[in-house]
């Protein structure tokens, strides 16, 4: 109780930002004074660059099967040990609890967290009391029912007051900076208009069912995804009034078993947090060519129309590996080179090598999310690979060289070797990853 009592001050600061004092002065008159938040929450915020940042979790929900076993090895991990800083919090793996898989594969990783440098926190989520979750969509599996459960109670788990919430098959593709994930204290957000893919429906239709609001923009468009943590409580809480129920399971297989083919927690979330807590964020979101006006009378936005604060370019940390093709792994290396690219770290000369054929490369592939499915800002916000958009990219890398030069991230490819002992144990072969 008294954990849950101090996590919740810390999320209401991490909201605010700002600590509140009030002092006496000499005269009697009361002020009011804020202080940015610094004082050590954890004992991340003495050695952490980040030091003002709130403590954030890299969230994962996932399970001990074959395939996502071998995206969170071989894709999240790799490419996280790289360009997640542990600075920024710990990761966070939400398990099944009755699983003895996932017992298993946690004890396992847990003993490599020291040589990967960065802590993990391994939280196991029991059966729903109520096992209709399980068969609620009848076109999904008993697993993926869960997960999508899940989605909705991630924040009983996740202590932190940010969730960063990303898939196994998600792959960093840049180091990650504060201002990747802050403007000011709001945290960003991504959206994009994929209206035309027909599971958007589908999506739309499960959000408006969830908390009466269509989608403003589809939102699972990229990873992490940063919700403060209480927002997915407020969240929760909106939809039993919404659907008059006492439980969210009782919520999900409701709405479920209307048996929607496709189903978007992520999306349903966001949306509620435009409607609800759009001050807390900050949104970017690319309309295509589609005139603002009419697109706020097509996604229904009524007094919630999108300003041009809410539309400016943002960049991608990672890509969609799962609908991204890239059958001759050029972006890892890509990636990696402009990572290393003028920071005091010295190259080996495989390293330089490989690195030549980039010399000139711009890393547009960070306005990019999957390619199997068009989700890219190259046709729209970055139409010709204009001028503004080459200048945010050159600008991040002015950000990720500084962090690289003083340490934070070290790019440091032994780390591979780390994960991907941890991944033998479950007879992962991972292809290079560079
Ligand atoms: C991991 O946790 C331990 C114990 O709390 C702490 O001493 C250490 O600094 C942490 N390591 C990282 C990389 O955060
Ligand atoms: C909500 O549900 C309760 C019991 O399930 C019922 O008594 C009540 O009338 C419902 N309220 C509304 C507004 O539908
Ligand atoms: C808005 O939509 C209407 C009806 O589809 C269309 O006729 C009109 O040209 C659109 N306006 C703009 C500026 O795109
Ligand atoms: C890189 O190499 C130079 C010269 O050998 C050395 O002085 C420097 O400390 C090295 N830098 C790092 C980060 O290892
Ligand atoms: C490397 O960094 C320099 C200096 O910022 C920049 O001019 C150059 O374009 C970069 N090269 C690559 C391949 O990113």
């Given at each position: 109780m008294t954990k849950f009592k101090i996590f919740a001050a810390i999320a209401i600061l991490g909201t605010a930002g700002y600590l509140f004092y009030i002092y006496s002065t000499k005269s009697g008159k009361t002020v009011l004074v804020h202080h940015p938040v610094s004082q050590p929450t954890t004992s991340r915020k003495t050695v952490s660059h980040f030091k003002e940042v709130p403590d954030i979790t890299l969230t994962v929900r996932m399970s001990s099967v074959a395939k996502l076993l071998k995206y969170f090895y071989c894709t999240m991990m790799r490419s996280?040990?790289?360009?997640?800083?542990s600075q920024l919090g710990n990761l966070g793996l939400i398990l099944d609890k009755e699983s003895k898989d996932d017992h298993k594969f946690a004890e396992n990783l847990q003993k490599y967290q020291k040589k990967l440098g960065i802590n993990i926190s391994f939280f196991y989520?029991?059966?729903p009391k109520?096992?209709?979750?399980?068969?609620?969509?009848?076109?999904?599996?008993?697993?993926?029912?869960?997960?999508?459960?899940?989605?909705?109670?991630?924040?009983?788990?996740?202590?932190?007051p940010i969730v960063a919430w990303i898939d196994t098959d998600g792959k960093f593709t840049t180091p990650v900076t504060r201002d990747n994930i802050f403007n000011g204290n709001k945290l960003r957000v991504k959206g994009m208009d994929t209206f035309q893919y027909t599971w958007l429906g589908s999506w739309s239709r499960y959000t408006e069912r969830m908390i009466g609001k269509h989608m403003p923009s589809d939102f699972m468009t990229y990873f992490p995804v940063y919700i403060w943590r209480d927002t997915i409580t407020n969240c929760r809480n909106y939809i039993l009034k919404h659907l008059n129920v006492s439980t969210i399971e009782e919520a999900y297989i409701r709405v479920a078993s209307t048996d929607y083919i496709h189903m978007s927690?992520?999306?349903?979330?966001?949306?509620?947090?435009?409607?609800?807590?759009?001050?807390?964020?900050?949104?970017?979101?690319?309309?295509?060519?589609?005139?603002?006006?009419?697109?706020?009378?097509?996604?229904k936005i009524p007094n919630h129309e999108l300003t041009s604060t809410d539309m400016s370019p943002d960049l991608h940390v990672t890509l969609h590996e799962k609908y991204y093709k890239d059958d001759k792994n050029i972006i890892n290396r890509q990636a990696y080179c402009a990572a290393v690219n003028n920071t005091v770290l010295n190259m080996t000369q495989d390293i330089q090598k490989m690195c030549e054929p980039f010399k000139t490369n711009e890393m547009w592939v960070l306005f990019e999310f999957c390619n199997k499915v068009k989700q890219e800002h190259l046709t729209t916000w970055c139409k010709n690979k204009n001028k503004h958009c080459s200048s945010m990219i050159k600008e991040h890398y002015d950000k990720t060289r500084l962090l690289v030069n003083e340490g934070v991230y070290k790019l440091d490819l032994k780390k591979f070797k780390v994960v991907e002992e941890a991944a033998n144990f479950h007879k992962i072969k991972c292809p290079p990853f560079l």
């Open positions: 996280g040990t790289l360009y997640w800083s989520e029991p059966l109520d096992k209709r979750v399980l068969t609620a969509a009848k076109s999904q599996p008993r697993g993926y029912n869960r997960q999508l459960y899940s989605s909705f109670i991630m924040d009983e788990f996740i202590s932190t927690p992520v999306n349903t979330i966001m949306t509620y947090a435009f409607y609800f807590e759009k001050e807390r964020y900050d949104w970017h979101i690319d309309i295509r060519d589609v005139d603002l006006h009419n697109y706020s009378k097509l996604h």
